[in-house]
């Protein structure tokens, strides 16, 4: 397993180098901080039902136990996305827009991301899968959380500020126990060699994905109804109540990769 969590640290490596997350990049959408954020609508809402999935098809108790473990800890977060668009003053998209053609390479991504829960053929591979999102994640939380920070706005959003981006580290997936089971795995020849395949085709769909947010097209761009464009100079409004959230008791061994 250590040879395979040494190739999520690469392609997490090599994905902070994506233009996405280049300082000409972010903060500088056609409207503003965050305007990208209506783009990521369909990713965020099929991640929990990657989890829920992953974990209803695994059947190692062992693995099980992981793999439910962390969708319990990222139950809800969806609704802080909501709650920041709110707090943005950007509506929440409404189906006709979020099956369009501006939300395609979201939507692809996405499927892409699912597909992998009903390709993997051993339950080793769906912790593969749970680590790599981990991995993507710390990527852009980790990124965007700055931006908001020197927006000024970390107060007010909290699906894309340091708060969520807290809560991604201090994650028990990997608290002392687990680490302990993780690391004594073993994975042989052709399911590491699987394994790798997994986390390529994982960061190649997170690749086309942000690969769209950075360059839209103008005729994706005109599709964006003028509802959901804020201006350069809109903020957030008061913050979206806190969800109560369990204190970790757990540190991260790994690095956090994930969405």
């Not at 059947?59 to 990222?74: C, G, L, N, S, Y």
């Not at 943005?88 to 006709?96: E, H, L, N, T, Y």
């Not at 597909?115 to 591979?125: G, H, Q």
Request: aromatic share 10%; charged share 25%; proline share 5%.
């Amino acid at each position: 397993m250590k040879l395979v969590e040494a190739h999520v640290a690469k392609r997490q490596a090599d994905f902070c180098k994506h233009a996405f997350f280049a300082d000409d990049t972010m903060g500088m959408g056609q409207w503003g901080v965050l305007s990208f954020a209506p783009d990521l609508t369909f990713w965020v809402m099929a991640f929990q039902d990657v989890l829920r999935l992953n974990t209803t098809l695994t059947r190692d108790p062992t693995i099980r136990k992981i793999v439910r473990h962390h969708r319990a800890e990222d139950a809800g977060h969806e609704r802080w996305f909501l709650d920041d668009l709110a707090a943005m003053q950007i509506p929440a998209p409404d189906v006709r827009w979020l099956f369009g053609e501006r939300h395609t390479p979201t939507r692809d991504a996405a499927y892409a991301l699912m597909s992998e829960v009903y390709r993997a053929t051993d339950d080793r591979l769906r912790l593969v899968l749970v680590t790599t999102l981990e991995s993507a994640g710390h990527v852009f939380f980790g990124r965007v959380a700055q931006v908001v920070e020197q927006a000024g706005w970390s107060k007010s959003l909290k699906y894309f500020s340091f708060s969520h981006l807290e809560v991604e580290k201090n994650h028990q997936v990997f608290e002392d126990e687990i680490a302990r089971t993780v690391a004594a795995m073993r994975l042989e020849p052709k399911l590491r060699t699987e394994a790798k395949q997994l986390v390529d085709r994982c960061y190649g769909a997170f690749t086309t994905m942000f690969d769209s947010l950075c360059a839209p097209t103008a005729r994706q761009m005109a599709a964006i109804p003028a509802a959901m464009r804020p201006t350069k100079a809109a903020a957030p409004r008061s913050p979206a109540p806190e969800l109560s959230i369990p204190p970790s008791v757990g540190s991260a061994r790994h690095v956090r990769v994930r969405s």
